[in-house]
């Protein structure tokens, strides 16, 4: 029932656009270097963007750049963790109730909705990271940060080894969504489907992980059980030679 809901929320206030406006940036100049930025990146492969050419479309000047950000993907981590305080900000308390895969469909709906006026920097991203392995590397370590805090705000746990083996997890299933997302319409059907498909794959993974975890509990158990068994033989023992 939630998700129905939820998707038609999905459907009625998705905002994406084809492409990103070339409008003049506003507000604080770390702003308007990353609306530049992002909107450089909707018209160019992130390897073909300059820092001058940034600042130009920022209007700001190559010192206050540096001043901000020290390279390109240091102004895209700024805004993967913007986005991440926006998702973060909206969430929705009428979903406390619902099963975890509900509220992580929620969390991620929304952060798709939120990357609706990025459509086409996320393609551009897509498409260069296939190509270019070191960028691959480092936009995965930006998405399991991310991810980790998707994770908190549905309310499975995200720290330790096994929470960064889901955020690992999540990341990945997120980047095949979003090969959806790119080429879908704007009332996101087939984003819905593939979301869904996605999160019941990774809620199997999730089972067969929680019981990978249980076995060095139980190891331990069976190891201690042992250990008890020998000192009770050997109590016996040197009773019976007494």
């Given amino acids: 029932m939630a998700r129905k809901a939820t998707r038609s929320k999905a459907r009625s ?10 409008s003049v940036p506003t507000g604080s100049p770390r702003e308007c ?32 750049l540096r001043g901000e950000f020290g390279s390109p993907l240091a102004i895209l981590a700024a805004h993967v963790k913007e986005l991440d305080r ?17 509220r992580l469909f929620d969390v991620l709906m929304r952060r798709l909705e939120l990357l ?24 995965n370590a930006m998405a399991v940060r991310s991810q980790q805090w998707m994770l908190t705000a549905a309310g499975i746990g ?7 083996v889901r955020a690992q997890g999540l990341a990945l299933l997120f ?31 999730a089972g067969l992980l929680d019981d990978l975890c249980r076995i060095p509990q139980a190891a331990c158990n069976w190891r201690n059980r042992m250990r008890q068994s020998g000192r009770s033989r050997r109590g016996r023992g040197e009773r019976a030679a007494a």
């Fill in 13 to 22: 206030t998705s905002r994406t656009k084809s492409a990103a406006t070339r």
């Fill in 33 to 64: 270097i990353i609306q530049a930025f992002m909107t450089l990146l909707a018209e160019h492969p992130i390897e073909r963007i300059g820092l001058a050419e940034i600042a130009e479309r920022a209007g700001v000047t190559l010192a206050e």
């Fill in 86 to 102: 926006e998702v973060l900000a909206g969430a929705d308390a009428d979903m406390a109730e619902e099963s975890p895969r509900e």
């Fill in 116 to 139: 609706g006026d990025h459509k086409e920097a996320v393609r551009s991203l897509l498409h260069s990271a296939r190509r270019d392995p070191p960028l691959a590397l480092a936009l």
């Fill in 158 to 164: 995200a720290s330790g080894p096994k929470g960064m």
């Fill in 175 to 205: 980047a095949n969504v979003l090969r959806t997302w790119v080429d879908d319409d704007d009332d996101n059907t087939l984003t819905l489907a593939a979301l869904d498909r996605e999160l019941a794959r990774g809620q199997r993974f």
